[in-house]
């Protein structure tokens, strides 16, 4: 069954570093996702993203942090300048239509900012 | 504010045991309930529920959803070691501009003992 892929699955960065997450959707699908959870807490929308542009995107998701597909087969998540509080795990989704479910999540990448 | 709510926070059980997990919500623009399953990395999703009395089932583990009452259960018969995992209820509702978006509640640590 095809699966969405994340690397790293774990990234220390120091503090003020800038991060890539990358993502590789699961083939034919159209929108892609990130979201993340902090240790010990929810789950959380970060962004949706559809046509090379984002779609939708929640309150977390500030100017530090920007989505990208470079190409036809990534879809990338960087933060410009880490602070501690972005240590967590983030999940990487996509959909083949724009219902979000059912949401298949990649194995996440844990960044850990120190 | 959409919000997702599911009780109990943590629940420790004996093997073969039945275990029912709940999940409230209230959002706008509702358009399914959904159950994943947390071990130790991605939720892997378990059921989609978009009426309300029709259970879902998937070997020991249903699901329900009440539309009118605004909360869906979870049951697991016979629980085994395995299904000692966070359990996440999350809501999928329309957010505009053919946008969705997943609310997930804190979820519900299961833990099976032998």
């Known amino acids: 069954e095809p699966e969405v892929t994340q690397t790293p699955s774990h990234q220390v960065t120091q503090m003020g570093q800038e991060v890539i997450l990358r993502c590789v959707p699961i083939?034919?699908?159209?929108?892609f996702y990130w979201y993340r959870q902090i240790l010990g807490q929810k789950v959380e929308f970060l962004v949706s993203?559809?046509?090379?542009?984002?779609?939708?995107k929640s309150e977390i998701f500030d100017d530090q942090f920007s989505v990208e597909r470079p190409d036809g087969s990534n879809f990338t998540l960087k933060i410009r300048s880490t602070k501690l509080e972005d240590s967590a795990m983030y999940f990487c989704?996509?959909?083949?239509?724009?219902?979000?479910?059912?949401?298949?999540f990649g194995n996440g990448t844990r960044l850990t900012v120190t | 504010e959409d919000k997702v709510v599911q009780s109990p926070l943590s629940l420790v059980v004996h093997e073969g045991d039945t275990v029912t997990l709940n999940c409230s919500y209230e959002?706008?623009?509702?358009?399914?309930l959904l159950w994943y399953k947390q071990e130790k990395k991605a939720p892997t999703f378990l059921f989609m529920l978009?009426?309300?009395?029709i259970e879902k089932k998937s070997g020991r583990l249903s699901s329900i959803l009440d539309k009118k009452e605004l909360f869906s259960i979870l049951n697991i018969t016979a629980t085994q070691t395995g299904d000692s995992a966070v359990y996440l209820c999350?809501?999928?509702?329309?957010?505009?501009?053919?946008?969705?978006?997943?609310?997930f509640g804190k979820g519900t640590k299961l833990s099976v003992i032998p």
């Open positions: 959002v706008t623009n509702f358009r399914s």
């Open positions: 989704a996509s959909t083949e239509g724009g219902r979000v479910s059912p949401l298949h």
């Open positions: 993203f559809y046509n090379n542009e984002i779609s939708e």
């Open positions: 999350a809501v999928e509702a329309y957010s505009g501009a053919g946008s969705y978006q997943l609310t």
């Open positions: 978009t009426s309300s009395g």
């Open positions: 083939s034919n699908h159209l929108y």
